[in-house]
């Protein structure tokens, strides 16, 4: 019953053995190696992009940051959602890779920004003069923190208005398996046909051990995010370990076997809790994230039976009125297994 | 027959069990988890320091950077030797770090700064107005990039001229290992008895997959280091995986274990070269790294067996005199075999 | 009739007068001039400080940013009010000058924070893990964008919150001899007996060429201003030339009176604007800055006969319903006449 | 008698005229002043460059670090002289404005880059893999730090170095008016026609107040030099006060005049000093600054009378033996008089 977050969870066994068998003899440092040739073209492949540059990194945070760093001047704004990850859990790390840049902050529920709400923060920044700084960016997260998934649809929406303003888009994807699952969408058709640039393709949260991709699908100036690679500190020198991930990770679509296993579970906790009185389940979780309202009760026999998941305020579970709701969030990852489900459902229903 | 960096060797099997077992169930992400608090206290104990900030990253130049970052203000200059790794081979990721900090490069023998060359660039670089940077830190390489290592004694010295002019002191320690294998140092004498205040803690060239410590022996400030690394993108969400690689590392020796195979197949090889007419060996390689002039004729037989080596100019072994002596360096590692070595000398002498 | 920016009314002759009497013979460049060590001297004791550092700069965000970037580390955030000119105006300055810092922008009328929103914006930024930015200073705007004052009791409940959480405080006084005036405080019960920190006091708007003073209270780490403003190109060579702006500037009290004949025509001119029906002075100017809505055929006869002075929209005031309200910003300086004033109102007047 | 600096000198009479003129009536800030248009139109006419792209800042570091800023990224590294100005005398101002670029510092005489000094520090710095820094720009002095000239040749073999090395180049004219008045040549000449792509056109130093022009000659991307001003802080709001100065100073070859009456006191002041015996003149003086050395008795005179100026090191010219030969530098202005001139020679010859 560890629902904290996906990336609390172990490692795929396939990626495992991945990296058992990716331990043999020499390789050439730094990106080299035979196996990301390898993961090049399956990226490309499987993103029916032919001409994208591809780069690992072993983190979320640098995947994105280096991102906004390649894309937006220091001089100009990267649109956002107030929740997104770039805002609110990276320290910062948007605003040191840019050299100075601003983030925009845009409300919405779900952790999604509407197209009215681009269209009004965009028209408020816009602004000829050198004292405002200038349209940068767009970014978008799929799956949102919230729990929701943008369609393909929606994304196109909001890239289009972007590109109306001169911006290109990112989309950080740090649980980008688990919204294509969701919506069914390809891979081509929630980024680049629907407008997107730059993928933060996310494999630490979905059974990798530290492994994530840039795709820039337009390769022009790829070596200026490599220098920004190196200088970040972001390079691997024995890069065949993060390549073998992504090339285990894209093997027979392990990566959306895998999210299809977070986001069921995600789906039949969601629906569990749901039908429980007194349980309010915040909008509709679209794959393995969610945030619940519970009684104080639930929480105090949840937690008392050893379920770890975090709590979105400083309240004292085991202390006051039995019935305070109280909210959490709840994040099933691949290896959740559906007796920890049902486990925690029951305890919930008390 | 693969000399061209010890960090295109495996990862050691006592590593590799390690991350294994390590993929057990769920642990918590970003450093809280139980493998960390052993770390740490494996470290303490073997530097003798029980008060000291540990923390790990995947990179080297991670590790350097952020040291940088932690110690030096952007209106400072970092002393350090020309060839150090934070002066070329790290893109300007200290700049970055710092805020825009300077080097100020040293020459010397053997990538070894001595005590007057450091001396006269403190006097030198020493200026009460505000035009010019101030005196920020020192970074010494041991092992240095040319293959020298440094006694605690010249740490000593040198680190004794920093503190004189209030300079705190930084040690890149990406083949420590190899430089304590090298000296008969011990940890503690090496760094912190020696001067050093922090250490870049190497582990990736030395067996492991990716994983570097970062080792601050005053902990006054490290809260800001902590956060330097998020902000820097460095922190591991599944950090579990980091700590394992460093647990097994500091398990029972092996780094030490480890190093001293690396060394004594380096100290095989300067030898057997140096013995081979025609060749020569450049200053006397302490451990596991070596520049060696050697005759076209013998490089283009080396390399038509497959031996792999970086050549520090850009010669070509297939055409020219026979007899021209072409620069090339050569790193040994704890993979390295005998057999490896003795067929490269063979193919040497010819 | 210029009611552009009180930044674009001349220099006052006793200022210009003082530039002239300065220009004789030699002077040490970049500070050590005779006359700043007037200039430091008299600002000490207008603002009863005998420890104060005080450096000058030629432009209001060069103050601004200097002073972000020595109070505020790059991984905390800023809490200023939405429209400061921090967070609008300076081109995100202040996030160069910090190296990536953030802003937290606060809500409130007439561009004044109100204790509950510091408050609450404090609460929700105060995280005590390492994903979330630090909280780094206030920074508050007196008088305010929107021509509103605070007093010194406002200002001292805002920095002792700022206190309470361990951030220190700065205030943007682009206008503050306006704002002084408007209350009746003393410099020192404006600042430090209010809590602030650092000022950026301005002189530019208020009658010099371009010269404000940064006030540090506690001089313990000027140094480090110091460097900052070398590096950010802001010091001075031929320092003299803004010395003689601010010597002459505090010299009789002649800052102030020129902020009195500005706030004067500024009262003259809302009280006017606010006895004309169909004329609507948004909140109560406090000094020489207002925010007012006009008929657009008021609007227009105005700027038919010259009148200067910025729309907040793009609204065309040529075309269109005549009695539709267009909202305007109006500016008066030192230098607006009693007859500009009363002409300008008979124009709206119709 | 002082040879301190020439940032040390008053204002040209003209200049104080003209910024007294310009203190009529009200100007709209920001550089949209009238002024400006005639400062843009008189130096594209000046230069022979009716596309360039003109900006005016206060100080020389100012325009030196954003030209940096805006021709070099952050992973390169700018060639220059050990003793440019930019290395060190502006706290790495530099490297703050790119971002963290480097300096590769070149040796030669008289502060002076030789062509084969250039070459083959490109030479060296050429790599095409990450972990180097990408070769940036060229930055050469004119006059240089040390006192020479680049002739118009001179230049243009440097950067046609640089440009086959796919570098732009710069030229700090702090001193651009001696550089031209000792060399003969024309702006145009000493300039674009001669492979400089950007300009710091230095006033301070030769009569003006405060006040540097940045001449763009390809003006294609100079809104993103406009937005780095911002953010630097260096856009002055009462714009009109530099646009008067740089007016004034290039009305009727006003600027030419000054410079040439400060190196013809230079050059009476060299040839003097070479004159007499015991006093060595350090190479040949192109313009107005100097570097000397003089027995120790003959400082002891000249300073006992007044006369002021800078040693190059620490020794006591009042102790220690008479004859010990000391190096100082010597700079003139365009208000050093012929008397002021013989005054400090008879002292020297005692």
Redesign the interface.
Known sequence: M?F??D?????APEV?DA??RA????????GADALMAEVRAKIREVFEAPEAAVYL??????????SLGFMC???ATVFCHRHAHIS??????G?????????TLIDGPGAKITPAALAQAIAEATNP??????LGMLSLTNLTERGAAYTPAEVAELTALAKAAGMPSHMDGARFANALVATGATPAEMTWKAGIDVLSFGG??NGL??AEAVVLFDPAKAI?F?????????????HR??SAQMAAYLKDGLWLKLAAQANASGQRLAKGLAAIPGVEVQAAPAANLMFVRMPRSAHARARAAGA?YYLMSSDDVTAGPADTPILCRLVTSW?TTDAEVEHFLALIRG
């Open positions: 560890f904290v977050s990336n609390a969870s172990p490692v495992l990296l058992a331990n043999e003899g020499y390789a050439m440092p730094y990194v072993a983190t979320g945070t640098g995947a994105n940051a280096l001047p220091p001089w609110e859990d990276e320290c910062a790390a605003e040191f890779y840019t050299g100075g840049a601003k983030l003069d050198v004292h405002h700084v200038r630490t949260k051990m530290g200026e490599e220098l920004r690679r190196m200088r970040g500190g972001h390079l691997f020198s024995k370990y993060l770890a290896s």
